[in-house]
């Protein structure tokens, strides 16, 4: 992986903002998570999600929050973005949506007994992100942060983020998916103390839906519908070479980190 880093501010708005045009390819593709995920939450955390007041941020179309909902969570998504708000509430209605981001949280002070980012804690500055974060959380609390990442030391994945690096000169996927695992980016301010586990899943899926999955990833959706629509024709004939049935096993690492609120 390369260096672990946030973008730039102007770089970040410009990326976060492309999924919106985007969210039903989101919503469609993306990876869910496994539930080994939340048990090792529920672990981490000290409680039980049934039952606990969550905020799901940065919630995008709800592919995490509808997960903490299902567990019985009293849950409510935060997401800044018109069309995945949009996408969100088509997917979840009954689950409430409430319009900001991780650096100033439309929530009340010690409200929480569980603060979640799926994905998304990399498009906060955590100087502020931090801060917020342990205003919300009651006592005992816990800050959850996640992130699916491609499995390198499987060779086709590997050779996908190769072949991802030489056409756009970076590694969206693998670049972004590493951004805040390291605790000491995840929180500059050193006031959490994070605790790090890695879950290993897999899914099964078509060839096409796997290349609709990394082409809604935001490294993609800015270099332009004909830039990426090369990459993507191109993959899909390396892809049908190593999987001649056009089944492919993604597999995932959860890059998890859980802190309690003091």
């Given at each position: 992986m390369t260096a672990p880093s946030h973008p730039t501010?102007?770089?970040?708005?410009?990326?976060?903002?492309?999924f919106n045009a985007a969210a039903a390819q989101y919503a469609a593709n993306r990876p869910s998570y496994p539930p080994a995920l939340l048990d090792t939450i529920e672990e981490l955390s000290g409680r039980p999600l049934a039952g606990a007041r969550v905020a799901d941020i940065g919630a995008g179309t709800g592919i995490a929050t509808a997960l903490l909902h299902t567990r019985g969570a009293h849950v409510v998504a935060v997401?800044?973005?018109?069309?995945?708000?949009?996408?969100?509430?088509?997917?979840?209605?009954?689950?409430p949506v409430v319009r900001g981001d991780g650096n100033r949280l439309p929530l009340a002070t010690a409200s929480l007994d569980l603060l979640t980012y799926a994905q998304s804690w990399h498009w906060t500055d955590p100087a502020?992100?931090?801060?917020?974060?342990?205003?919300?959380?009651?006592?005992?609390?816990a800050l959850a942060l996640w992130w699916n990442t491609g499995a390198l030391d499987v060779p086709w994945i590997e050779a996908q983020a190769n072949r991802?690096?030489?056409?756009?000169?970076?590694?969206?996927?693998?670049?972004?998916?590493?951004?805040?695992?390291?605790?000491?980016?995840?929180?500059?301010?050193?006031?959490?103390?994070?605790?790090?586990?890695?879950?290993r899943w897999?899914?099964?899926?078509?060839?096409?839906?796997?290349l609709?999955?990394?082409?809604?990833?935001?490294?993609?959706?800015?270099?332009?519908?004909?830039?990426?629509t090369a990459f993507l024709t191109e993959e899909r004939r390396h892809l049908l070479a190593a999987f001649p049935d056009g089944t492919i096993e993604e597999t995932y690492d959860v890059e998890l980190l859980v802190a309690t609120s003091p």
């Open positions: 501010p102007a770089h970040a708005a410009t990326r976060a903002h492309s997401e800044p973005g018109d069309g995945m708000t949009a996408q969100f509430r088509r997917a979840l209605p009954d689950v502020r992100s931090v801060p917020e974060a342990l205003r919300v959380l009651r006592p005992g609390g991802i690096e030489r056409h756009f000169g970076i590694d969206p996927l693998v670049r972004k998916n590493g951004d805040a695992t390291h605790i000491a980016l995840a929180d500059p301010t050193g006031s959490l103390a994070f605790t790090r586990r890695r879950i897999s899914r099964r899926v078509p060839v096409d839906l796997h609709a999955n990394i082409g809604s990833h935001s490294g993609f959706l800015v270099q332009g519908e004909q830039r990426a």
